[in-house]
Nanobody, 124 residues
Framework: EVQLVGSGGGLVQAGGSLRLSCEGSGFTFDDYGIGWFRQAPGKEREGVALISSKDGNTYYTDSVKGRFTISSDNAKTTVYLEMNSLKPEDAAVYYC?????????????????WGQGTQVTVSS
């Protein structure tokens, strides 16, 4: 059974930092692209950052470039999202997700597997 367990959300002041973790199991982690999506109330879900566990290629949505860093520890089957200089508009429920084809993942933003969400709240 594929499982993606996300954690690390919380309440932080604007300008602060948080690190999200997504631990995967039940699939060959090294073969997959893993990503973080977010959805705020009344807004569409958006892909925030993706990483290929196979070769380390990454994708970031424009609004987080230079502030967020995604990384993968394949030995721990865990992907991290380091979020710095957080803004109130970053507040959302963050979900990790996995897709076998990283190229397809970027093109469609439609992963095969989803983890549970973790709430990120940024106070101004």
């Amino acid at each position: 059974e594929v499982q993606l367990v996300g954690s690390g959300g919380g309440l932080v002041q604007a300008g602060g930092s948080l690190r999200l973790s997504c631990e995967g199991s039940g699939f060959t982690f090294d073969d997959y692209g893993i990503g973080w999506f977010r959805q705020a109330p009344g807004k569409e879900r958006e892909g925030v950052a993706l990483i290929s566990s196979k070769d380390g290629n990454t994708y970031y949505t424009d609004s987080v470039k230079g502030r967020f860093t995604i990384s993968s520890d394949n030995a721990k089957t865990t992907v991290y999202l380091e979020m710095n200089s957080l803004k109130p508009e970053d507040a959302a429920v963050y979900y990790c997700a996995a897709s076998y084809s990283f190229r397809r993942f970027i093109a469609t933003m439609e992963p095969e597997y989803w983890g549970q969400g973790t709430q990120v709240t940024v106070s101004s």
